[in-house]
């Protein structure tokens, strides 16, 4: 259950940002992973170097604020810094041991959703039933 519940954890997160409308939704989804890039500002571990990950973090989510990519990208940068912390011992939550692997596990799922341009179930539902799509 330990590495399944990061990916229901991320389904669970994509959906309920679903809700939120467009270009709202894109902009929103850029704060979050600005504040995931700062997640461990305060014991992560890895001293100063802590601040350039945040400044990478911060601009990448800048940049996301137009662009679903370039905040896929956050994610999947927020993940190699998950692992990091993770191997190095120093977890988000620290009274609890597994949250930086978790969170690793999680992003990429948040990741994905963002490459697909962070659509809603209603839209992606829709594009399966559109009349005229060839079906396989």
Known sequence: MIYVSPIIVGIVYCLV?????EPHRRRFNAIMVAGAGAAYLSGGGFGPWELPFVALTAYVAYRG????????????????WDV????????????AHNTSM????????????????GPSPVALVGRWFRPGRAHS
Not at 65 to 80: A, K, M, N, P, Y
């Open 84 to 95: 990091a912390h993770w191997l190095k011992g120093n977890p988000i939550l620290p009274f």
């Open 102 to 117: 978790a969170c690793a596990i999680c992003d990429p799922v948040i990741a994905l959703w963002c490459f697909r341009g």
């Open 65 to 80: 604020l137009e662009s679903w990519t370039f905040i896929g990208i956050g994610w999947l940068l927020h993940t190699v």
């Open 17 to 21: 940002m679903s809700l939120i409308k």
